[in-house]
């Protein structure tokens, strides 16, 4: 495929990943957060969610569910969504919070902390909520759910990205500190490095327990 075919075929993606943004902004709301998040699924590590607000123009190309960018594509564009962005919030629960009161409450309470972010740099503006698969009561603002939403809204899919990569980046950091893990690699999933991490070496101070629960420690 040549160069500008591959351009033309994604700025149609782009297009139609603005559909439901569209159909909100065509009622008059100017501002709308996707919101998702990163690490549900880990043994180690926090769950980190994101909300971005896009403009009605945003133009960059190649924006989608970040599972399926490489993590060379998923660092370039988290840089051009938050220079295009209008707002974007993180949101972050760690292990210990995760063991006390179950990853889907961490997982709320860190979207939660995303869209006040976005709410503070806005103004208390935000007038719709794209989430992935997710409603939060707690949250007084008119929401839309879409399931694999990742792939249906551009806002959900920036917000994928940006949570991706800022977790990621602190799975690296962490390998550091715990190399034991292999996390630098798995990013906390339970692949056959990490389980031979914890058997050789225990666990650390940032495994979750209640996803260990077959391991003596």
């Not at 993606?13 to 957060?33: F, V």
């Not at 760690?94 to 979207?111: Q, W």
Request: aromatic share 6%; hydrophobic share 40%; glycine share 8%.
């Amino acid at each position: 495929m040549k160069k500008e075919e591959r351009e033309a075929m994604l700025r149609e993606h782009l297009a139609e990943m603005k559909k439901y943004e569209n159909e909100i902004w065509a009622r008059g709301i100017k501002y709308i957060a996707g919101v998702d998040e990163v690490g549900r699924g880990p043994l180690a590590g926090p769950v980190v969610a994101a909300a971005v607000v896009l403009p009605q123009d945003f133009s960059v190309i190649g924006v989608d569910d970040s599972k399926k960018l490489s993590a060379k594509k998923r660092e370039e564009l988290f840089g051009l969504i938050l220079e295009n962005a209008l707002a974007v919030g993180i949101g972050m629960r760690n292990n210990k919070r995760i063991d006390e009161i179950n990853i889907l409450e961490a997982t709320k309470e860190a979207m939660a902390d995303a869209v006040a972010e976005v709410q503070r740099v806005l103004g208390s503006q935000l007038g719709h909520i794209l989430f992935d698969a997710m409603k939060i009561d707690s949250i007084n603002i008119e929401q839309t759910s879409l399931i694999k939403g990742d792939t249906k809204s551009v806002s959900i899919a920036a917000a994928s990205i940006i949570a991706k990569v800022t977790r990621d980046r602190m799975m690296v950091k962490y390998a550091e500190e715990y190399p034991d893990y292999a996390f630098e690699k798995n990013k906390g999933y339970g692949t056959k490095a990490h389980y031979e991490g914890i058997s050789r070496a225990g666990i650390c101070p940032i495994h979750r327990k209640t996803f260990l629960k077959n391991i003596i420690f």
